[in-house]
């Protein structure tokens, strides 16, 4: 199956800043967060409590915790089942 | 069949340091366990070394211990605690955090000064605090505490690594362990104790029975029944943070107790009890329980209300009929020991120590007399009066 | 499949309100929903994820459908006729336990924070499974993903290829499907390598026979693969990953002759098929089906999804069936089941349904057990894990720190955990426990391992979100 790029894709799409680890992005609001972070080569998104590495989204289903980082609310969350919000700052969980 | 001085029934904390002291005296010991070592209740335990009167009542229980007697025995176990950290190669990760025990209300508070009294006499250091003092000292603390109290010596050791640090100690010192081997039967021919197990018999001329909640099924293959009142209660942990919590936690009234581990997670217990009691297997967390339990915590740290509880487990403790410790010979059958009931953890090196002392027919540091098995002893028969 | 259990209670003994509860919003959740849902059942679907959808369905975000389309459009279609039907949908909802008396859920909304009690008298456990994992040295970078991730990245994700290069790396039939979503995205595929050797031309002829249809798939994605000049490698074991500056270098022992093989690349997704979601079944007490090579927990199951316990029903990949088709067979023959416990039978309509899907789940069943045997993972395909290996990735911990203590655990993987932190993390040994029972089976072939025992919650949740339930108004009471 191919994708359709740039399908109705012309319609109003809301820019927000997303902050990520202290670096500001442009990305449109409802966009899967996995897909904004690989796409944009942010490849941290937890450390390692023990071992201090960096670590990236592994499963992508929401079984690995690998994923989690914390929002501008201090509330942990899961990369693989979000969407980006309006204003987002993210912190990597773990730093 | 395999001879040894000593035959220890069971692997927890009681029979691992049990056997690092028999050992240390050159005494020939075979350690039997059922399934691994220190899966039971000395696995599963928040591992508190309790210094400070203990509340008497965990959630649901009936008959409040006599915490008061306890008192010298805590203070005794604690020195020992310092003993055993030097003995034992390996880090068991022992900390004297000091314990704060807090009061929500004026009976409580009254309570809390009592018994601050009773420690007094028993030479326990402490110290009380007013509100303010308490918040000062710990500022996590929530509204609603208005009295407290801090021991010094109040900590916790990693049970995780000090059953099997004394029983490998135990082993360099000469132990012979035999785990996944059951006891189904216990005999006696003249003055020998003959273990069955499902593996085969063993000699002995002393037995020691520290089978945690299993104790009175044991003791019954000697045809010795005692009142128990085993239960399975309950433990919580959340996931590693930094460090936040300095101190032990816990509640003039109610089963409650939290700290802060050096892995970083937060331990929450309190003795609330499990749905059932399924001895051998693993008996059901009770989500009423957790409810409970965490709801009282939030109230006393507030913080943890946004702090991730990671997982809950149940373990099962061989409380006694009358909720204290039980340990001694069996009166009418020489050679036979038992040690268990409540807090054995804490208990762990006093009663190696008293135990080793009655083995060998010393005096112990502590007296014991008053927790022996007679008074939980319900019929009585002499081994001649059956195989 | 066992045969059809014992009768269950009949429809005088239940309560007025049979209000069906399914946990899981993929294919077969979605299925039974709207089978029940069309014949006037109330209906509460509960999906952790922000829409329905599961593994297969998954949605793209709203955003991104507006910025490339929409994907997998017969999955929007199902969902929105449910939607329409009016079953209630709890959606960023993850169940993490069940009460004392076993019959509500305990469901955290990830968005509020919160958790709630959600009532059943009846309960399809539609929670699907997740990739299996063996470690290699350096699997924690973070170029190593699942098959899974990869495939909804390029799919539900919408990435841009870019001219990307990944390996695939594991076993089983959907490694192929991934290459192939991989490929049409324009990702270019460095290698697959399956751990067995199903692919011999004796297999697609028995295939070609007996399931004509899934040999025309198989020969799809093997032709996609061949015109796409990517190498399909059988019976080699990952052994190590290192990064490179812009990529990754990985190292594969061929098990015959022993020769290694170093695969350049930039991305390594890596999966052995999957392991069943399966821990509300397990605090349930449903008793197991017919044992796994891994030990993994299946329900027994009767065709219909039936278990051990009255009134729960368990389908799709949770009960050990792959595929999305199969989770929706299942999905209407549990529905099916359920209106006759509630309703009798009725008209001849329903029994023409539950005929075709009757009979399509012992085709399906009969394929499955054709892949199992096919892809049947011997403990000695995995490795020993050379000391360097990360095993628990929350906790830290080497396979060297296995020393020792695998000699004196007799098996059991319980005292492994004890001594050596192992499966104590957040991911409470979902991605190290199947490998640790693989190794401590490698060490007492005869043990049964039964894995790492379940508890509440079944995965980390806020303390004040668990004591939320403590306040009355929180029950969530649904009337049927
Ligand atoms: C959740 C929980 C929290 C606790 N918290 C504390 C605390 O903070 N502080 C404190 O002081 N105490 C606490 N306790 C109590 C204390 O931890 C336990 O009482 C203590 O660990 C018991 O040790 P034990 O060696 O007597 O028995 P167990 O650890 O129960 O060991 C008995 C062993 O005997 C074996 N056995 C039984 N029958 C047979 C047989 N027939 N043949 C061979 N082997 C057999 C069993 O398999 C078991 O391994 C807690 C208990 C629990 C359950
Ligand atoms: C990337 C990918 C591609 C695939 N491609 C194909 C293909 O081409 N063809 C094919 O036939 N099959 C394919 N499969 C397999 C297919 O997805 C599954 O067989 C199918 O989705 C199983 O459906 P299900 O309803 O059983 O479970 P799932 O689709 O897995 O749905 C289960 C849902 O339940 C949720 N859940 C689990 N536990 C809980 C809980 N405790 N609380 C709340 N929610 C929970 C999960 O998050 C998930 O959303 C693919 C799988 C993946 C991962
Ligand atoms: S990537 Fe594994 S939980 Fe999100």
């Known amino acids: 199956m191919s994708l359709e790029y740039g399908a109705s894709s012309s319609e109003i799409r809301e820019v927000t800043q997303l902050v990520v680890n202290g670096k500001s992005y442009d990305a449109c609001v409802g966009e899967s967060l996995l897909g904004f972070l690989f796409q944009n080569g942010i490849s941290s998104t937890s450390v390692n409590l023990v071992t201090k590495e960096v670590r990236f989204a592994f499963c992508g289903m929401g079984m690995c915790s690998e994923c989690e980082m914390i929002d501008e609310n201090g509330s942990i969350l899961r990369v693989c089942q979000t969407s980006i919000r309006r204003n987002m700052t993210l912190t990597s969980r773990g730093i | ?387 | 499949m066992a045969d059809e259990l014992e009768p269950l209670g009949r429809s005088s003994e239940m309560k007025a309100n049979n209000h069906v509860v399914i946990i899981g919003g993929g294919p077969g959740g979605l299925a039974a929903a709207k089978t029940l849902a069309r014949k006037g059942v109330s209906v509460t679907i509960i999906d952790e994820n922000p829409d329905l959808g599961g593994q297969y369905y998954r949605r793209r975000t709203k955003g991104t459908t507006e910025l490339v389309g929409d994907y997998r459009v017969d999955g929007t279609h199902l969902i929105s006729s449910v939607k329409k039907l009016g079953c209630t949908i709890l959606t960023d909802s993850y169940v993490w336990g069940i009460s004392n008396d076993k019959r509500s859920l305990l469901v955290e909304n990830s968005l509020l924070g919160k958790s709630t009690r959600v009532n059943f008298d009846f309960l399809i456990v539609a929670s699907g499974g997740h990739e299996i994992q063996y470690p290699f040295t350096n699997w924690q970078s973070t170029k190593v993903m699942t098959p899974g991730m990869l495939s909804r990245l390029v799919t539900v994700d919408a990435i841009e290829p870019n001219g990307r290069r990944a390996i695939l790396v594991g076993s089983g039939p959907f490694l192929l499907a991934v290459t192939s979503h991989l490929i049409d995205s324009g990702v270019v595929v460095d290698g697959v390598f399956e751990l067995t050797r199903p692919y011999r031309l004796t297999v697609f002829s028995m295939l070609a026979v007996f399931f004509p249809a899934k040999c025309a798939q198989f020969l799809h994605y093997r032709f996609k693969l061949f015109s796409n000049g990517v190498k399909l490698t059988q019976g080699s074991r990952l052994r190590s990953v290192q990064d490179s500056y812009d990529g990754i270098t990985a190292t594969f022992d061929k098990r015959s002759g022993g020769e290694q093989v170093v695969v350049e690349s930039q991305l390594l997704g890596v999966g052995y098929g999957f392991k069943p979601n399966s821990e509300v079944l397990e605090i349930l007490n449903v008793e197991r089906g017919e044992s796994t090579s891994f030990g993994h927990f299946y329900p027994r199951v009767d065709r219909y999804g039936r278990t051990s316990q009255q009134n729960v029903f368990a389908i799709g990949e949770v009960s050990g069936i792959e595929g999305f088709k199969s989770a929706m067979v299942g999905g209407v023959l549990s529905g099916q089941r359920i209106l006759r416990d509630i309703k009798g039978v009725k008209g001849f309509a329903s029994m023409y349904v539950t005929l075709v899907h009757y009979l399509r789940s012992i085709y399906e069943e009969l394929f499955a057990k054709f892949l199992k045997k096919l892809y049947r993972i011997d403990l000695e395909d995995f490795p020993l894990l050379d000391p360097e290996v990360l095993l628990c990735r929350c906790e830290g911990v080497y396979a060297s720190e296995l020393d020792g203590v695998l000699s004196q655990c007799e098996s059991d993987m319980a005292y492994v955990k004890a001594e050596t932190r192992i499966g104590m993390g957040l991911c409470q040994g979902r991605m190290c426990g199947t490998a640790l029972g693989i190794i401590v089976k490698k060490k007492y072939p005869k043990s049964i391992s039964p894995g790492f025992s379940i508890r509440i919650p079944f995965r980390p949740v806020a303390i004040g979100s668990i004591i939320a339930l403590e306040s009355e108004e929180n029950r969530d009471y649904i009337d049927g």
């Open chain 2, 1 to 387: 069949m395999v001879n040894s001085d000593v035959i220890i029934i069971g692997g927890g904390i009681l029979g691992a340091a049990l056997a690092f002291e028999l050992t240390k005296e050159s005494i020939g010991v075979q350690l039997i366990e059922r399934s691994s070592i220190s899966r039971e209740g000395s696995g599963a335990t928040a591992g508190n070394l309790h210094i400070q009167a203990v509340h008497t009542r965990r959630p649901g229980q009936v008959i409040a211990l006599d915490n008061v007697r306890l008192l010298p025995l805590q203070i005794a176990a604690s020195r020992l605690w310092d003993v055993v950290e030097e003995e034992l190669p390996e880090d068991i990760e022992l900390r004297r955090t000091g314990g704060l025990t807090v009061a929500e209300s004026e009976p409580q508070g009254e309570e809390i000064l009592l018994k601050r009294r009773h420690e007094i006499e028993a030479g326990i250091p402490g110290e009380i605090l007013a509100s303010d003092e308490a918040r000062r000292l710990l500022p996590e603390l929530g509204d609603s505490v208005q009295l407290a109290e801090f021991c010094p010596l109040d900590g916790y050791v990693n049970p995780l690594k000090v059953t099997p640090a004394w029983m490998r100690a135990a082993i360099r010192q000469g132990l012979t362990l035999r785990t996944h081997e059951e006891v189904l039967n216990i005999s006696k021919v003249g003055s020998s104790w003959i273990v069955g197990t499902s593996n085969g018999q063993y000699a002995c001329s002393t037995l020691v029975i520290v089978g945690g909640p299993w104790m009175d099924r044991i003791l019954s293959m000697v045809r010795v029944s005692i009142r128990m009142n085993p239960v399975a209660i309950q433990m919580h942990v959340t996931e590693r943070m930094a460090p936040r919590l300095p101190f032990l936690v816990q509640h003039i009234a109610e089963g409650m107790s939290i700290k802060q581990v050096t892995a970083g997670q937060i331990m929450i217990g309190g003795g609330w009890p499990a749905q059932n009691l399924a001895l051998g297997k693993t008996s059901d967390v009770s989500v009423e329980s957790v409810i409970g339990n965490l709801s009282q915590a939030v109230r006393i740290l507030p913080f943890l209300r946004n702090v991730r509880l990671l997982r809950s487990w149940s373990g099962a403790l061989g409380a006694t009929a009358d909720e204290m410790p039980i340990i001694g010979e069996v009166p009418g059958l020489e050679g036979l020991f038992v040690a268990g009931g409540t807090y054995a953890f804490t208990f762990a090196p006093l009663w190696a120590k008293t135990l080793l002392a009655l083995i060998l027919r010393r005096t112990p540091e502590v007296d014991v007399s008053d927790l022996g098995v007679g008074r939980l002893m319900n019929i009585y028969k002499s081994k001649t009066s059956g195989g």
